[in-house]
């Protein structure tokens, strides 16, 4: 039975696109095929149009994506009308496949442009890894802007119920397609779309990618989604969780990397136990420069300052600074957008754990969050702690907002140290100066914030942060003072992951051009975009002075050292590449002479130091461990069977 108008509104929105009964468009199956044809395409431009103004935030550059012959916006709209096509042939109705590719592909490209509102890169697929550390943050989003929350939830719910509602109404309204017309579409778009599938390797070069304009920027994510288009910059990051070996590796070629000349044997070290804090987005707000505090939110910190850390991230990602700290491998050497701790740690690795306990250390990691965030709860096994404190068995703690307090922290910390007997090493992660910061998340804010240049809701997020970071120079000053009264020597580090996520404070203050860091800049701006305090300190050598400006990656090389101890590769390696490079960063290396080398990983040569540096962590992450005996002899033993 043929409906001769249309009954629902389903009706008439398909309507407009000429989805009607294909008896309706005359007796001509070619005609018919034109026509659906033309408006698979139509449908196709919409969704990456639509792709790329979520993506971004705005129209800006995406007209001009859409239409120069020098970007791959046409042929992005070509993929999309194959994949339309071709699901419309498995689904047997002409135009339907919209209501299933459509959300898979603009819901990303949502999600991308606002991540981008708080950190500094657009969506990769690792991200999708960690959909559950999101839910859990949800209530801080919610307490934050809780109108927004209710908003975006009611939409979400609205949005679901009316994809399900055009799913079962337009079964009526999309036109069947007989054999014929499902045939002519498999037959186009199937062999089309596996040949662009071969073209998607960014590692393999690609003549006819090249013609087309595609042209994947692995190095720089953020001109790889402007260039290509957030949908198939996507897809470039696809394959980047299989990690291919540097040019050269070997066996004899690790075998020629230099290691230490004394045996780590030989040096027994200190005793002296170690307390590692990475402190959640500690920052110094004092250099916010026009804006004013009625007293310093840090003294303790600015005091027992030795350097500052080079955090590769901003805003968020702690567990990639934390990746680099705890191992001394580097981020850098690995893809962009990568997460070591969600894609690549399927294996013991070495860590500061491993090394303190093969010198008879008891290890502990402290984190008074949910053990599967981050995927922790497996990472320190695998790194090789003893034990792994965190919110399933520890006691409750005082809560600041929805976090536990770093002062209720500290105090456990304290306890676990008294009741050792032997030498410790300890890392911990706070979580009280977490993001976003809502007004009321303390009692009252002690620390006075004058911000003329601010607007209010501002200068309420600052005042809101600097008193955690005032909380975390006292929670850090109840542990030296501490330190102090033992007897054993105690080495205490405490550094910041990242810049907070301070939004409009960042522009409106005039110390960032953007509310996210940039990536890829001058050694002064990034430095001024992603530093933050650096304190190593003993309770019987005091303050390390003059560390630098230094990679979270630099970190087992100082603790190690500081702990009386050598060894092949924290003081070996590392140490040799501390004394020529203060960072190591993916888009510059900065060295001792303040001098950096930008894009170095793309220069026809590296440093010796550098390629050595990366072969030996790839062949301990990746390969064959032909270094773990001579490198990490700790390791080693570690892996060897039981008899």
Known sequence: MVQSSPKSLVANIFSAFGATRERELGSSWIAQLIVQWINTALIAAAIVLLSEILARGSMIDVVEYMTSTSRPGLIAVGVIFLILAFTDAIIGKAYQ??????????????????????????????????????????????????????????????????????????????????????????????????????LMDPMAFSAVRDRLNIVPMMWD?????????????????????????????????????????????????RQADVIVVMSESLWDPTRLTSVRYSEDPMPTIRAATSGNMFSPEFGGMTANVEFEALTGFSNAFLPYGSIPYQQYIRRPLPSLATFFESKGYVTKAFHPF????????????????????SEENMPTMDKRGIFASDDALTRYIIKEADNTEAPFFFFAVTL????????????????????????????????????????????????????????????????????????????????????????????????????????????????????????????????????????????????????????????????????????????????????????????????????????????????????
């Open 432 to 643: 009280q100066g977490h993001g976003p910061y809502e007004e009321h998340r303390y009692a009252k804010n002690t620390v006075e914030v004058d911000a003329p240049t601010l607007s209010d809701a501002p200068t309420k997020t600052l005042a809101t942060y600097t008193q955690g970071v005032k909380e975390a120079d006292q929670s850090l000053k109840m542990l030296m003072d501490w330190a102090k009264k033992r007897r054993r020597e105690t080495i205490i580090v405490m550094f910041g992951d990242h810049l907070p996520p301070l939004g409009e404070v960042y522009t409106q203050s005039g110390y960032m051009p953007n509310v996210v860091a940039t990536r890829k800049a001058s050694v002064p701006t990034m430095k001024r975009e992603h530093e933050t305090p650096l304190v190593v300190w003993s309770s019987k050598r005091g303050v390390q002075k003059d560390i630098g400006s230094v990679s979270p990656s630099q970190l087992p090389h100082v603790v190690v050292r500081l702990a009386g101890y050598r060894h092949p590769y924290y003081t070996g390696v590392l140490g040799r590449v501390a004394e020529r490079y203060t960072v190591v960063d993916r888009h510059q290396l900065i060295g001792r002479n303040a001098k950096s080398q930008a894009d170095w990983s793309l220069a026809g040569t590296v440093d010796p130091l550098i390629r050595d540096y990366r072969m030996l962590q790839h062949d301990v992450m990746f390969g064959e461990g032909y270094g773990l005996p001579r490198f990490f002899p700790e390791q080693a033993l570690r892996l060897q069977p039981n008899s």
């Open 370 to 389: 949910q053990s599967w965030f981050w995927n922790r709860q497996n990472v320190y096994q695998a790194l090789g702690f003893q034990q792994f404190r």
């Open 221 to 269: 994510q953020k001109e790889n989604y402007r260039h290509n288009g957030f949908l198939m910059a996507f897809a470039f990051n696809v394959p980047m969780a299989r990690i291919s070996a540097p040019d050269g590796y070997s066996q004899p070629a690790i075998t020629d990397i230099p290691s230490d000349r004394v045996p780590a044997s030989f040096y027994s070290g």
């Open 97 to 198: 496949s919209v209501l299933f590719v459509g959300p898979l592909l603009l819901l990303p490209a949502f999600f991308s442009g606002q991540k981008q509102l708080f950190l500094s890169d657009p969506l990769f697929p690792s991200d999708l890894l960690f959909g559950r550390q999101i839910m859990e943050l949800l209530p801080a989003m919610v307490a934050a802007e809780p109108m927004k929350a209710v908003g975006l939830a009611v939409a979400s719910l609205a949005f679901i119920v009316a994809l399900f509602a055009l799913i079962w109404k337009s079964r009526k309204v999309f036109p069947r397609l007989n054999l014929v017309g499902r045939g002519m579409r498999l037959a186009l778009s199937f062999p089309l779309l596996a040949g662009f599938i071969s």
